[in-house]
DNA sequence: ATAGATGCAAAGGGTTTGCACTTGA
DNA sequence: TCAAGTGCAAACCCTTTGCATCTAT
């Protein structure tokens, strides 16, 4: 059984204030404002309670700290920019991964990570 | 100017024999067989510095640590085995990635990560 | 009342760095 | 010779955990 506490209403309301992914710094900074005293033992209990329940989906980027999102999201991948380091999230997928597969390797699941220059740094 | 030392000869070795990408501690181990005393320090320095000189490249996949290989072998993409944890290289690309890119986007640079069984474990 | 949640501080895992010593060029 | 390289240990960053306290139910 959940608590409702105010910091992981605090917490909570971060991730649906956000419309990008965000690590457990940004976290603990956003949902501070709000909670006096948040610690950041709670806002990893919080996050893995979260992605536990199925709320958040963690959004993995190679060589930095894990973020979060929503999961209702749906299938979608990433977008860095390499100027401003944001993370975007991009619509729609690709086919033929299958024709990458060795003979005998089984496809389970996949990660697209596309980088460059957002709108704003180009 | 680079020395050629005996610690980074077998640091070099490993990566050579290897005909997969090795994480530091895999090095350690590796190259520590025939290096008295290696020092963790002295990998990670030496991979750093292989990487800067463009001999080796990072393999990061999300969430462990990253590893490297040799940067010799083109652009090519990975495959990591849910069940053994090993990492296979892939041979080939996909197309169109662009047309996930937002308006106004810059593509540079992609990375493509497969996850399911391999040859052994499927 | 009481089990879940919190905050603090300590502990972990992986990586980097300071420093004195070693060694290749 | 003497700066690059090494080994050790301490420092760091990020994350997890132990524990006493607090609090939503």
């Given at each position: 059984?959940?608590?409702?506490?105010?910091?992981?209403?605090?917490?909570?309301?971060a991730f649906t204030d956000a419309d990008r992914p965000l690590?457990?710094?940004?976290?603990?900074?956003?949902?501070?404002?709000?909670?006096?005293?948040l610690g950041q033992a709670?806002?990893?209990?919080?996050?893995?309670a979260f992605v536990d329940e199925g709320w958040l989906v963690p959004v993995e980027l190679p060589g930095?700290?894990?973020?979060?999102?929503l999961s209702d999201k749906g299938h979608h991948h990433h977008f860095r920019c390499r100027t401003c380091g944001s993370v975007f999230d991009l619509?729609?997928?690709?086919?033929?991964?299958?024709?990458?597969?060795?003979?005998?390797?089984?496809?389970?699941?996949?990660?697209?990570l596309l980088y460059?220059?957002?709108d704003n740094c180009a």
């Open positions: 059984m959940q608590r409702d506490t105010k910091q992981r209403q605090a917490i909570r309301k690590g457990p710094t940004e976290v603990l900074d956003l949902a501070g404002e709000h909670v006096d005293g709670t806002v990893y209990r919080a996050i893995k930095e700290p894990a973020r979060y999102e619509v729609g997928c690709v086919k033929g991964l299958e024709k990458l597969l060795p003979k005998g390797f089984k496809l389970e699941d996949h990660e697209i460059g220059l957002c």
